[in-house]
């Protein structure tokens, strides 16, 4: 029997019981972080802004991930009635208060670092290993199956 926390229960992580979970999805993503932190430190930013600064992003994906950071209440997107049209996105005072849980997992995975890398590379020679000797064909045991039948 495991001696893990017996207090918790399949219904304390199952997905359906943990609304927060999709929240957390949302907010701690590849792009959600960055466009985050971005905002956070320089202020209000034109798209344009947005996607010089965030290295690797489409187009479409930072549209996408601004769309979610608003429904989510974390950014608040400014029309200024201009020609052209001017766009401008805010980090809210709820966004603002990530950026200390955002420093905080930070300096855990600095701290953590050389450990993680170290176990990731001692899984990446035993998963190695394994499928070496998975690969090698079976010895011969002598069965009329594993009998060669000569060309003729």
Not at 75 to 83: E, G, I, S
Not at 106 to 128: G, L, T
Request: glycine share 6%.
């Amino acid at each position: 029997m495991s001696q893990g926390n017996s207090r918790v229960t399949d219904q304390d992580i199952h997905p359906v019981a943990c609304p927060i979970r999709e929240i957390i999805d949302s907010v701690a993503g590849k792009w959600s972080v960055q466009i985050v932190l971005l905002l956070v430190a320089r202020g209000p930013m034109r798209f344009t802004e947005l996607e010089r600064g965030i290295e690797g992003i489409s187009r479409r994906m930072l549209t996408l991930t601004l769309r979610n950071l608003e429904r989510d209440g974390l950014v608040v997107r400014t029309v200024f009635p201009t020609v052209p049209p001017r766009v401008e996105y805010t980090a809210t005072q709820m966004a603002r208060e990530l950026r200390g849980a955002f420093a905080e997992l930070a300096d855990w995975a600095r701290r953590h670092q050389e450990a993680i890398m170290a176990a990731r590379a001692a899984y990446d020679r035993r998963y190695a290993a394994e499928q070496r000797t998975a690969g090698r064909p079976e010895q011969d045991t002598g069965s009329a199956e594993s009998a060669t039948v000569p060309a003729t």
